[in-house]
């Protein structure tokens, strides 16, 4: 059932508007995206970390963001069940250790065990979990926070710069990963300033004077 | 070389504590009359000079601003920005002793100097033992912590870490503040421990005799005021160490329990101080008493998630609800007084706390 509806979950943003100290940084009057891959362009400070954080909750903004319907604002807890974001430079408490912190999230987003070992093994974090945060390096800290957006059962998962600060073998799995949860039905929005190296089509936007603009073509399936 | 040290340790560190200072201030020279504020202070030092009791109280304080002095010059030490010290090492042992020594007096210059003073008075009125005591106490400690800072700065592999308390049970995120305070804010909750049981003691039991409500008043509200910082931390530790649980799907009354299950159990030294030793009050107000503690602090979250997230804005805010707490707590309508906290903390939060946007430090 739940599979059902992640398979359709379109995520749309209307009449979204970020102000910064009364500037607009981003606009956008209207925009559905249907399940697929993005690949979110842009040059530095054109608002690519903003959008990720408003999809995510994580900053108020003015408009409408929903998922198939659920609203951010109305529905929160239903929507960011399904709606998860990995930072570009992640922190989290130093005291915790990593399998504390994949225990939270997975007793609020819920998902499986042996599926999250299974990514832990794919990623290279088994090893540290056990080991406090605080004493991780910041590919390390990375690869914890892509793990952790990867837990429960997100129709879109955020994963803003992921692959800076990691090792070649990490960028490698890291690419598996979203292509075998695409297949599963999850959807990404991932900016990145190099293209994503996928065999499977993705779509670009480009975050460019205040608003994105969606690319006509379809890149990747290398 | 100066310039560069004065700029990392000194300025940073009255920057960081201008609160802490103007909190302090307040309560050493903006709570009495001008003209009597020479009367004061000399009453002051003549407490803790004539009494060991008290002389000892006074040196655990000072030793606690020791602690948060050299904890913020360690903290600098160990931090990204701090890593280029290492060069220090390379100069002569005796201009990095008159440097370090110069940098410590600095910042605990404010203490040095009404030390010093102290121990001048205590000559001049002929309490010379705990006069001499100062003088050495002063000297030592300032010794002391010195070299542990030339310690840290010329041994870059060893460096120390204030031990952590580890709790046999998981972790949950009911009580992660909770955590915080106990792991990576150690010496502020052991000075602000420290000063609460103290002013309790002064009150309670030094003070048994000449027992004023009045006066018990106004050591509970400065004891409420320095717990202000406690939602401050708290609201800082979730938006910046953990930004990202913005993303998790927990209801919003959780989320209030995630700051006021830790608030319960930050206060429970008072608490329990309270109910042990304040004879003169009835099981009831003693609860009263520390329920609205919790009150308070839930209040001072909730207006830090309503657009007084800044230091200064925050500080007036914490002034003005001890001020309007005066009022009802000295006609003891505390139960009202509480029900009215608890329902603006309620209010605030809900519409403030999805509205809140960490600002730019």
Same mark, same amino acid.
């Given at each position: 059932m739940i599979w059902a509806f992640i398979f359709r979950a379109m995520l749309g943003l209307h009449q979204y508007k970020k102000n910064y100290s009364g500037r607009t940084i981003l606009q956008v009057d209207h925009l559905?995206?249907?399940? +697929? $891959?993005?690949?979110? *362009?842009?040059?530095?400070?054109?608002? /690519?970390?903003?959008? &990720?954080?408003?999809?995510?909750?994580?900053?108020?903004?003015?408009?409408?963001?929903?998922?198939? +319907? $659920?609203?951010?604002? *109305?529905?929160?807890?239903?929507?960011? /069940?399904?709606?998860? &974001?990995?930072?570009?430079?992640?922190?989290?408490?130093?005291?915790?250790?990593?399998?504390?912190?994949?225990?939270f999230y997975k007793q609020t987003k819920g998902g499986k065990t042996p599926a999250m070992q299974a990514l832990a093994k794919s990623l290279s974090v088994e090893g540290y979990l056990p080991n406090k945060v605080a004493t991780y390096s910041s590919g390390m800290l990375k690869k914890l926070s892509l793990l952790l957006a990867f837990t429960g059962k997100p129709a879109w998962i955020l994963l803003d710069e992921p692959f800076i600060t990691l090792d070649v073998d990490a960028v490698a799995a890291l690419h598996t990963i979203i292509m075998q949860q695409h297949r599963q039905g999850v959807s990404f929005l991932i900016s990145s300033h190099q293209a994503l190296a996928l065999h499977e089509p993705y779509r670009c936007l480009h975050v460019h004077q205040q608003t994105i603009h969606p690319e006509p073509y379809v890149a990747g399936a290398l | 070389m100066w310039q560069v040290l004065s700029k990392i340790f000194i300025r940073s560190f009255y920057k960081a504590n201008a609160g802490f200072f103007l909190f302090f201030f307040f309560l050493f020279f903006g709570a009495v009359q001008g003209s009597s504020l020479v009367q004061y202070h000399l009453s002051l030092m003549t407490s803790f000079l004539q009494s060991p009791v008290v002389l000892l109280l006074?040196?655990?304080?000072?030793?606690?601003?020791?602690?948060?002095?050299?904890?913020?010059?360690?903290?600098?030490?160990?931090?990204?920005?701090?890593?280029?010290?290492?060069?220090?090492?390379?100069?002569?042992?005796?201009?990095?002793?008159?440097?370090?020594?110069?940098?410590?007096?600095?910042l605990y210059g404010p203490v040095f100097v009404y030390?010093?003073?102290?121990?001048?008075?205590?000559?001049?009125?002929?309490?010379?033992?705990?006069?001499?005591?100062?003088?050495?106490?002063?000297?030592?400690?300032?010794?002391?912590?010195?070299?542990?800072?030339?310690?840290?700065?010329?041994?870059?592999?060893?460096?120390?870490?204030?031990?952590?308390?580890?709790?046999?049970?998981?972790?949950?995120?009911?009580?992660?503040?909770?955590?915080?305070?106990?792991?990576?804010?150690?010496?502020?909750?052991?000075?602000?421990?420290?000063?609460?049981?103290?002013?309790?003691?002064?009150?309670?039991?030094?003070?048994?005799?000449?027992?004023?409500?009045?006066?018990?008043?106004?050591?509970?509200?400065?004891?409420?005021?320095?717990h202000a910082a406690i939602p401050y931390f708290s609201v800082k530790f979730w938006e910046q160490q953990f930004a990202v649980h913005r993303n998790m799907p927990v209801a919003l009354a959780k989320r209030a329990l995630w700051f006021l299950v830790p608030y319960g159990l930050l206060l429970l030294p008072e608490a329990g101080y309270l109910f042990y030793a304040a004879d003169a009050f009835s099981v009831e107000h003693k609860l009263a008493y520390c329920i609205n503690l919790v009150a308070n602090l839930a209040l001072l979250t909730a207006i830090l998630y309503s657009e007084a997230q800044h230091r200064d804005e925050y500080l007036k805010a914490c002034f003005g609800l001890v001020f309007v707490s005066i009022f009802f707590l000295h006609v003891q309508a505390f139960w009202f007084w509480i029900v009215v906290q608890s329902a603006m903390a309620v209010l605030l939060f809900v519409n403030g706390y999805y509205r809140f946007e960490k600002a730019e430090d």
């Open positions: 559905q995206l249907s399940p +697929g $891959i993005y690949w979110v *362009k842009g040059e530095n400070g054109a608002g /690519k970390t903003t959008l &990720f954080k408003s999809i995510a909750g994580l900053i108020p903004f003015e408009g409408r963001i929903e998922v198939n +319907g $659920i609203s951010l604002r *109305k529905q929160r807890s239903a929507y960011t /069940k399904i709606v998860s &974001f990995a930072e570009a430079e992640p922190v989290y408490p130093g005291f915790l250790s990593g399998s504390e912190l994949l225990n | 006074v040196f655990c304080c000072w030793l606690l601003y020791h602690l948060k002095c050299t904890a913020f010059v360690f903290n600098v030490i160990n931090s990204e920005a701090g890593k280029f010290l290492v060069n220090l090492q390379t100069r002569r042992r005796g201009l990095q002793w008159r440097l370090y020594t110069v940098v410590y007096l600095a030390g010093i003073l102290a121990a001048f008075v205590g000559f001049r009125l002929h309490f010379v033992t705990s006069a001499v005591c100062l003088l050495v106490f002063q000297v030592l400690s300032a010794g002391a912590f010195t070299y542990a800072i030339h310690y840290r700065l010329n041994h870059w592999l060893e460096a120390f870490r204030f031990p952590t308390i580890s709790l046999p049970f998981p972790k949950s995120s009911l009580l992660f503040v909770f955590y915080y305070f106990t792991t990576e804010r150690k010496s502020l909750l052991l000075a602000l421990k420290a000063f609460s049981i103290t002013l309790l003691y002064l009150i309670l039991v030094w003070n048994k005799g000449r027992y004023d409500n009045d006066a018990f008043l106004f050591f509970y509200l400065v004891l409420l005021l320095a």
